[in-house]
């Protein structure tokens, strides 16, 4: 039953479209539904007695209710969606897509750029994927480059600076990989041109582009410009490679966009595939566990809310086993039957089968393993290790204002701290606050010695920090001959970064990954084994410079002080009678005396 408050929240509620929120007794989002109607749909939460075990706890649980009126249900759909991502709330739909996939960027900017990137950014730019493998991605994106010379540099190509010839070309000018924009040796105009047949060929319209270089071809060879019309051609056979190892599911069927689903328990596992002109161009796969035993409809919903959000326009049909609302009216929705489009469909749903049915073996596998062993495993699937990590070190350097350089190596094996292991370095080779040269020192160091005393190596390197540090211990490596028998990654703090070497596109990993809490931990670790060893030292240099200059004083009188007062300060500002409860009378008297005269 509805509680007076949730009663008179009811009364007031709009006939608009909109999304709701259910709050529980700590002001938490337990629950965050769209209604094309708000008033209708959550009052039917209320009117009777729910048959979901599950619904009529979160009805109890519901103290109070939010709402948010927009003016359609395309936008409820994408404002859901944003806040499910945003909250995680208990009762929602728990649809799992852990994995950060890559995207081509085209920026929005005079002569843009084009790259590849796991994050995208509300910066106008377009982002185009995304992919499911990292390695397809820059493969085509190469292709892209081979294709259509496009430029690498990040300065700002403005009118006025190209103008004032503040830019000057570079290396890949001369080696054929750009056409010279910052020099005007390039036109806006081509290097546009250019840009629309990438953003062609990245959505799978690849006829517009071949017409265009076929029209180009020929225009050259009509003016006897046969080196250009070859050079043309040359773009045309690759194009050609490119298409034949794309995936053709179809010779009929034009844009559609495929969710196949397969249902067990609670679970769907749903199979999305994007094909333009016949051809698979994009895949993804999704699992959405019911948590208030939804509908099936329901859960596709879900699914397509996410995809809607990613590319809306792009959408134009979509195949589906079964009906489930989409607003959006320029969305058409077909339920095959038979035919070309049925065989695809078919083909979606088979993939998801297959999916759920190697789930479920890894996880039958995983019941006889301990935690432990799981965790391992986790660990060498989101950093592409070829073996267990077993052994994990990780690396930290800490300094204060470029003095008292230090670094620390924490070991993890089988995923726990092996204290035993722990190691502390003075840096010796590196003058002031220079991190890079520091971590290619210790590196240096750790496995040196390790090679002389044969013992075995870790299969993993963790480096606290991002590409510069990444790089700085992969030169040690190199030095020693160990790039290669060791895997090796680096963190970077603010947005949890991993860096790969070779690879300049870092890996956002699930923040509630288990693996990623291990690396978080290990990091940590290293982090105040490093700052502890660091004041250590700062405070034994502190000692000797201050206090074993006063007469009488000695180390053991200095650590006794320390060991009680913790702090150079709190000993400075003892009273006489404080002193003397840790020390002999004498001493006592020469040291507060001392003090007190250094600060007159």
């Known amino acids: 039953m509805a509680t007076d408050k949730i009663k008179s929240i009811l009364c007031t509620l709009p006939e608009d479209p909109g999304v709701y929120r259910f709050l529980g007794n700590e002001n938490q989002i337990l629950y965050v539904g769209k209604a094309k109607n708000l008033k209708r749909r959550v009052t039917s939460y209320f009117q009777k007695e729910q048959d979901s075990a599950r619904l009529r706890i979160l009805v109890r649980k519901t103290v109070h209710i939010e709402i948010t009126i927009v003016s359609s249900e395309k936008d409820a759909l ?31 900017e005079r002569f843009p750029r084009v790259f590849l990137t796991r994050y995208r950014q509300a910066d106008g730019a377009e982002y185009l994927g995304p992919y499911t493998s990292a390695y397809k991605a820059r493969t085509i994106l190469d292709f892209l480059k081979k294709m259509f010379p496009l430029r690498t540099c990040s300065f700002l190509l403005s009118e006025k600076n190209i103008s004032a010839g503040k830019f000057k070309i570079c290396l890949e000018y ?50 006897f410009q046969y080196e250009k019309a070859n050079h043309i051609k040359e773009k045309l056979d ?39 002109n016949g051809t698979i161009i994009r895949t993804r796969m999704f699992e959405a566990v019911q948590r208030l035993d939804e509908k099936d409809e329901e859960l596709l919903e879900m ?9 809306a ?43 759920y049915k190697q789930k479920k073996i890894k996880d039958a596998q995983n019941e006889g393993k301990d935690k432990s062993q799981i965790i391992l495993e986790m660990i060498k699937q989101d950093f592409r290790l070829k073996e267990l990590p077993m052994r994990i070190e990780c690396f930290d350097n800490s300094n204060f204002q470029g003095t008292d350089a230090v670094a620390s190596m924490v070991c993890f094996i089988n995923g726990k701290p092996a204290k035993s292991e722990y190691r502390h370095y003075h840096i010796k080779t590196v003058a002031g606050p220079d991190d890079f040269a520091s971590m290619e020192e210790v590196v240096y160091r750790r496995y040196k010695r390790m090679l002389e005393e044969g013992k ?14 990444l790089a700085s211990a992969m030169n040690s490596l190199k030095r020693l001959n160990l790039d290669g028998r060791m895997a090796i990654a680096g963190i970077a703090k603010r947005l949890e970064e991993i860096y790969f070497p070779n690879d300049p596109l ?62 150079y300060k709190k000993i400075k500002e003892a009273m006489l009678e404080e002193l003397m409860q840790i020390i002999d009378r004498k001493k006592a008297q020469i040291i507060y005396d001392y003090f007190r005269k250094t600060n007159e």
């Not at 969606?81 to 649809?95: F, G, M, T, W």
């Not at 390039?186 to 076929?214: C, F, T, V, W």
């Not at 075995?456 to 540090?469: A, E, F, N, T, W």
């Not at 700062?538 to 060991?563: A, D, M, P, W, Y």
């Open 506 to 567: 870092p890996l956002y990993i699930n923040k509630k990954s288990v693996s990623l809490k291990v690396i978080q931990r290990l990091r940590n670790e290293a982090h105040r084994f490093a700052i502890s060893f660091h004041r250590d030292v700062r405070s034994k240099n502190f000692t000797k410079s201050s206090l074993l200059e006063i007469e009488s004083v000695g180390k053991e009188t200095v650590q006794k002080l320390f060991k009680h007062f913790k702090s």
């Open 456 to 469: 075995s190596l870790p299969q993993l390197i963790i480096i606290d920090g991002g590409k510069g540090q």
């Open 313 to 355: 326009e792009d959408i134009k049909e979509i195949l589906s086993p079964i009906s489930f609302q989409i607003p959006d009216e320029r969305i058409i929705q077909t339920i095959p039957q038979r035919g070309e489009k049925k065989q695809v469909l078919d083909l979606a749903v088979r993939n998801a089968e297959f999916y």
């Open 174 to 223: 001369h080696i054929g990989n750009c056409l010279g924009p910052c020099e005007s040796r390039q036109s806006e105009e081509s290097y546009n041109e250019n840009i629309r047949s990438i953003k062609q060929i990245l959505k799978g319209h690849y006829h517009p582009a071949i017409k265009d270089l076929k029209n180009k071809m020929y225009k050259f060879a009509e003016e």
């Open 303 to 311: 699914v397509f809310a996410e995809l809607y959000a990613d590319s």
């Open 238 to 276: 690759l194009l050609e490679e490119y298409l034949v190892k794309s995936t053709v599911v179809s010779n009929i069927i034009a844009d559609i966009d495929v969710l196949g689903s397969y249902k067990q328990e609670d679970t769907m596992i749903v199979n999305y595939m994007k094909i333009v």
């Open 78 to 108: 994408l404002l859901e969606n944003s806040l499910i991502k945003s909250y995680q709330p208990r009762y929602n739909v728990n649809l799992k897509d852990d994995k950060t996939y890559p995207y081509i960027a085209i920026k929005k």
